[in-house]
């Protein structure tokens, strides 16, 4: 139903834009990227990826990148918008205005917090990752794959389930790594670009940050901080913050792990979980959201006050 839906949406419509959330991470530039590919090889001339982001280093090698630009260069007349992995339509940022302004939209995603804020909405709550849930969607279209379809489709959902490792990972996870192996994707060249290319400047800020830890709940709570001037004595870029929380969860004693990054005008808040809390309900309590164990928000007060909220209500969750 949802899939013939999509399927004469994108038969019908001429122009098509597709974007994701600010603050991109791999799942998300992974389906943007694979959802591009997979219109032009379907036969779709006028689709426009919208990227207004800093991309990762480890995201840099995704074949699509090169196509991507900026709201700013679109004219704000779309007949179809595709959102993938995006909550909520304010993540889009500078891409919300093209999105309101779409003949139709269409939002494929697997947050829980999501908003259902398009007309056509594919959400899985159960799938781990936006990628898992666009390949299902794709083969039920009968699109056609390729490697570098295939290579994208399976770097977001390696990067949404921590390698296979988290526990939303299924079955039907892994017959679909499975299946993306057929297209000869390079899981070495993946995995390297992924997760072994962590440039100087993020490795300086990762020690600089870690140096604030905290350690609260008999060392299962703990917390970091970082600000702007972090990054740019440590010559790293905004991305570069991605991944210190997790530094943080995997430390052996503890359960929930959370960084704040200070903004002249706001923090923000950024927590994982290892294996039972859900911390959407505390970035729920701040607007946020994201799944049981990942989640972010954006706190609207200075750091002190900010983390003495955050502390107050990851000691609740952590003692339910
Ligand atoms: P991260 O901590 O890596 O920024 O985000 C973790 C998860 O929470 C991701 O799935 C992300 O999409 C979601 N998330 C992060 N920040 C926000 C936010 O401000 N609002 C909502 N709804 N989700 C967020
Ligand atoms: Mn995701």
């Keep these: 139903m949802e899939i013939s839906k ?3 949406l994108i038969d019908n419509s001429n122009k098509i834009y597709i974007a994701s959330h600010i603050n991109p991470d791999g799942d998300n530039l992974g389906c943007i990227n694979a959802m591009y590919l997979a219109l032009k090889k379907y036969g779709k001339d006028n689709v426009f990826l919208i990227e207004d982001d800093e991309i990762p280093d480890a995201q840099k090698f995704l074949p699509a990148n090169k196509f991507m630009v900026r709201s700013e260069e679109l004219e704000n007349n779309a007949d179809l918008f595709i959102t993938l992995d995006c909550a909520d339509v304010d993540r889009l940022a500078s891409a919300k205005d093209l999105f309101n302004g779409a003949k139709h939209t269409v939002n494929i995603d697997h947050h829980s917090t999501n908003t259902r804020f398009a007309d056509l909405n594919i959400v899985d709550e159960n799938s781990p990752a936006t ?38 990972t299924r079955k039907e996870t892994f017959l679909i790594a499975a299946e993306l192996m057929d297209y000869k994707i390079n899981l070495n060249e993946i995995a390297v670009n992924l997760y072994q290319k962590r440039s100087l400047g993020k490795t300086k ?7 604030t830890l905290e350690l609260y709940e008999d060392n299962k709570l703990g917390i970091v901080v970082l600000t702007d001037e972090d990054i740019k004595s440590c010559n790293a870029r905004k991305s570069d913050a991605d991944g210190i929380v997790e530094f943080v ?17 706001c923090v923000r808040f950024s927590s994982r979980s290892k294996s039972y ?29 900010a983390k003495e909220d955050v502390l107050k209500y990851a000691i609740e969750e952590l003692r339910r």
Aim: charged share 30%.
């Design 277 to 305: 809390v859900d911390v959407t309900k505390i970035a729920s309590k701040f607007g946020g959201g994201g799944h049981i164990r990942a989640a972010g928000a954006t706190i609207n007060s200075d750091l002190k006050t």
């Design 249 to 265: 969860r995997d430390i052996s004693t503890v359960e929930l792990a959370i960084l704040l990054k200070e903004k002249t005008d």
């Design 205 to 211: 800020l990762l020690l600089k940050v870690m140096d």
């Design 131 to 168: 990628g898992e849930t666009l390949y299902e969607v794709l083969k039920n279209m009968n699109f056609e794959l390729d490697k570098d379809i295939a290579t994208s489709i399976y770097s977001a959902i390696s990067s949404d389930t921590g390698s296979f490792k988290y526990d939303s």
């Design 6 to 8: 999509l399927k004469s």
